[in-house]
């Protein structure tokens, strides 16, 4: 069965430091790997995707993942946190299974 | 352009009564998902619908319903209402049916509240 596992619930990073947040998935295929991140109260917004190729994507916001077949892994990172990514992100297999999340915190 | 618009955005109800929540997709797309977001349980998806047919379905009972109309706008139906349905109801859009790389446009939520 399909299932993501995002193993770090909440994550306390610097403003300016470089951020890796964690995505295991278990799919028979090769998946579509997804990230997402919600604000407070709001939908999600898509950051990036992978279906096939290049396993270095780039998002939007200066984020990046990398899928990893052998490891079973889609982690999301940003080489310097802003502020204003202090966020829930969730990443995603397909459209219909989603990890737990992981809360963010931005310190000044 | 528009983006995935869901109404309304907050709602109280009382234990026992039914709910109707409707979700807007970006213009052309015909694929729109529904989800329920609560702390404990996380995002769990309930059903897709696309050209007006229901092509998945999660785990959820009966008491949850949907449709679409043919202008692919979609609503989602809670009847008998309890209080764990109290959650943040969050529908995304799409161009295609399923898995794709189409990508999926979520709305800001339907914040429901069982009292």
């Known amino acids: 069965a399909q299932s993501v596992t995002q193993p770090d619930i909440h994550i306390t990073v610097s403003e300016g430091a470089s951020l890796e947040l964690r995505c295991n998935y278990s799919y028979g295929a090769t998946p579509y790997l997804f990230w997402y991140v919600q604000s407070p109260g709001q939908g999600l917004q898509l950051l990036l995707k992978?279906?096939?190729?290049?396993?270095l994507v780039q998002g939007i916001k200066g984020f990046e993942a990398e899928f990893k077949r052998s490891q079973s892994s889609f982690n999301l990172r940003k080489p310097s946190v802003h502020w204003s990514d202090a966020a829930e992100y969730f990443c995603?297999?397909?459209?219909?299974?989603f990890g737990a999340g992981t809360r963010l915190t931005v310190k000044p | 352009k528009a983006g995935v618009t869901q109404t309304p955005r907050y709602l109280i109800k009382t234990r026992g009564q039914q709910v109707t929540l409707s979700c807007s997709p970006i213009s052309g797309h015909r694929s729109v998902s529904w989800y329920q977001q609560t702390p404990g349980q996380g995002l769990q998806f309930l059903f897709e619908y696309f050209s007006e047919t229901q092509r998945n379905k999660g785990n959820f009972p009966g008491r949850f319903s949907g449709r679409q109309f043919s202008n692919s706008r979609s609503e989602m139906n809670v009847s008998t209402l309890e209080l764990g349905d109290s959650a943040l109801y969050l529908c995304a859009s799409s161009l295609g049916q399923g898995v794709s790389n189409y990508g999926y446009t979520f709305g800001s939520g339907t914040r429901l509240t069982v009292v």
């Open positions: 992978y279906f096939s190729g290049d396993t």
């Open positions: 995603a297999v397909g459209y219909m299974r």
